[in-house]
C-alpha cells in the first residue's frame, strides 16, 4: 500500500517552497490563466519550470489548477496552456471541466486529470463514471461524512482526495453565486468576494430584526480534520489537501509541518493516542486564526458548525522573523522581520529539522552592527544570536506566557 499523499497549497514560488521543505508531498498552485484564486500571485511558466526542478530536490510533485467553470470565450489558448504544462514536467491538472480529459490525454499524455471538488463528487456511482471518462483521481466534496468515504473507497478504485484542513465554503462549493449576485465576481471563475465571511442586518418588512451590536454572517468555522487521519489512511484515501493557497508562509509551514509529523508517527507507530492527537492539536493552534471544527466528516451538520454574528478572523503577531542564514561559529542568525519582536523577548524557533527549541533574545543588531531594542520594520534584516544551530528556512515565533 502506498503511503498517503500530504498536498499542500501555496500561492507563489517562495510558498511552495516552503511546503515542499516543511514535508509536503506534493504542491497545488494556479498559473496565470484559468484558476481560481485570481487574487493569488500565481504562477507564470518560468516560476513553475522553477518549482518542477526545486521539487525534485524533496520528491515532490506539482500540480496546477485549470478549474475555473469555463466559458466558451475560456478556451482560448487552453491548448497550448495545457502542452507547456506537460513539456515542463507538471505532474498533474485540477479541472471541473470534463471536456479538458480527451484534450489533455491527447495534447499533454503526461499530466493526469485531477477532478476538482467543484464538481461536488460525494457518491461512489459519479466517480466510478468518472474512470471511465478518464480522471486519473477524484477530489471528494467537503461535504461527505466519513462513512460515506469508507464506502466511497470499497467501491471504487481511482485515487481519491480528501481536504483535511482550511476554509469552508458555506454553500456547495462550485455552487455559490452570492459573490456573483452581489459584486459581479463569480466565485467560480476565479473571483469570489467571500460574501458569506460579511455582515448583515436582518429586516422583517421595514423593521430591522438584526442585533446591531452582532450583525449576522453566515460564515463557516475552517475544517480541521486532525482526529480524521488515522480513519482517512485507514480506508485507503490517496491524497489529503490543505486548503490555503491564500494563506501566509507561517501558516503554511506550521500546518504542514504538523500534519507531516502526524502521518508519520502514525506509519511508525500505528496509531494516534489521544494525548499525541492534543499535541498536535496544540500545533495546529499556533496557526489558525478562526475557530475551526470537523466539518461534515462526522456526519451531523448543525449550527455549530457556523459563525452566526462573529466570523472569528483575525491576524496572529506570533510569527516575527524568518531565518534567512546561519554562523555556526558565531551562533548568529541573519533573519528577516515579519512582526514586532524585542529584546528579552522568549522566542520558539521551528521548522522542517529544529523541533520547538526556545531561547530568550539576548543580543539582536542590525547590518551596520548598530545595536537594536526593538525589532519593529517589516522585512528588515537582523542579527540575532540564537544559542543552538537553525538553518534557513526556519522561522522564529514569540512564546506566549
Known sequence: MNKIELLAPAKDLAKAKIAMMYGADAVYVGGKSFSLRSRASNFSMGDLRQLVEYGKQY????????????????????????TQLNEIGIDAIIISNLSLIPLVKKVAP???????????????????????????????????????????????SLPLEVFI??????????????????????????????????????????????????????????????????????????????????????????????????????????????????????????????????????????????????NGAGVTH?????????????????VETKNVFNIGDTLEVFGPSVDNRNFVNEMMYNMDWQYVEEANKPTELLLVRIPFVVHAGDMIRKVNK
Open 110 to 156: 503526461r499530466l493526469e486529470c485531477h477532478v476538482s471538488t467543484q464538481l461536488s463528487a460525494n457518491n461512489s456511482s459519479a466517480i466510478n463514471v468518472l474512470k471511465t471518462w478518464g480522471a486519473d483521481r477524484v477530489v471528494l466534496a467537503r461535504e461527505a461524512s466519513m462513512d460515506q468515504i469508507r464506502d466511497i473507497t470499497r467501491k471504487c
Open 165 to 310: 484542513h482550511g476554509g469552508m465554503c458555506s454553500n456547495y462549493s462550485g455552487r455559490c453565486v452570492l459573490s456573483n449576485r452581489m459584486t459581479l465576481r463569480d466565485a467560480n471563475r476565479g473571483g469570489c468576494a467571500h460574501s458569506c465571511r460579511w455582515k448583515y442586518r436582518l429586516y422583517d418588512g421595514e423593521n430591522e430584526i438584526s442585533d446591531p451590536e452582532c450583525l449576522l454572517s453566515m460564515s463557516s468555522k475552517d475544517l480541521r480534520a486532525s482526529a480524521y487521519v488515522e480513519k482517512l489512511i485507514r480506508a485507503n484515501v490517496a491524497s489529503l489537501k490543505i486548503e490555503g493557497r491564500m494563506k501566509s508562509e507561517y501558516y503554511i509551514g506550521q500546518v504542514v509541518k504538523t500534519y507531516r509529523k502526524m502521518i508519520d508517527e502514525i506509519y511508525a507507530t500505528n496509531e494516534m493516542p489521544y494525548e499525541r492527537l492534543r499535541y498536535y492539536d496544540s500545533e495546529l493552534n499556533k496557526a489558525e486564526n478562526r475557530p475551526s471544527d470537523d466539518g461534515f466528516l462526522s456526519g451531523s451538520c448543525d449550527n455549530t458548525k457556523h459563525l452566526y454574528g462573529v
Open 59 to 82: 520528491n515532490c510533485k506539482v500540480y496546477v489548477t485549470v478549474n475555473i467553470v469555463f466559458h466558451d470565450e475560456d478556451f482560448v489558448g487552453i491548448k497550448e496552456y495545457l
Open 318 to 334: 506570533d510569527y516575527v522573523a524568518y531565518i534567512k542564514d546561519y554562523d555556526y561559529l558565531k551562533s548568529i542568525a541573519l
